[in-house]
């Protein structure tokens, strides 16, 4: 799924938020029609959006973000779309889907309740890096723009 398909398709859902709220409908005699029933209410067991339409790989942090998202959920589909080809060799197995069951579980253990914290731009306007705050401590992962989307090459 591109990520100009999720914008447009956000943007649509979105649009019929974006009218005046105080507008009254109209019959088409011109006299006030009667206002339509209101949509049942969303109920509180209702799923969640798919973490593949929450991607933002327009930022530094948002990259970060999504990555940390990825390790919770151990997904490894979206945790190998966090990374560049080039990225260090110990994340290798990421970026080819091939990360064992236990370092999906050691990378969870390692970023839930992360937070992201802040940006550090390179001179060049092309690498990153994002400081995590971590339960043990902060890291700071390193990124590089790879044409409109920033990827992790290490931390």
Do not use: H, Y
């Not at 970023?111 to 802040?118: D, K, L, P, Q, R």
């Not at 550090?120 to 994002?130: C, K, Y």
Request: with cysteine; charged share 25%; aromatic share 6%.
């Amino acid at each position: 799924m591109t990520m100009r398909f999720i914008v447009t398709f956000v943007f649509l859902a979105l649009l019929p938020a974006c009218g005046p709220k105080d507008v009254q409908p109209v019959s088409p005699a011109g006299t006030p029609a009667e206002p339509a029933a209101e949509p049942a209410p969303e109920t509180a067991g209702a799923e969640e959006a798919p973490a593949a339409e929450s991607e933002d790989f327009s930022t530094p942090a948002g990259t970060v973000e999504v990555f940390i998202l990825a390790c919770i959920e151990k997904d490894a589909d979206l945790l190998s779309r966090c990374f560049s080809e080039n990225a260090e060799g110990e994340f290798k197995p990421i970026v080819a889907k091939t990360a064992s069951d236990e370092d999906l579980e050691e990378l969870k253990a390692m970023f839930e309740g992360a937070s992201v914290g802040e940006t550090t731009m390179g001179a060049d306007g092309a690498t990153a890096s994002v400081k995590v705050n971590l339960a043990e401590g902060d890291e700071k992962i390193k990124l590089a723009r790879e044409g409109d989307v920033w990827k992790i090459v290490g931390f």
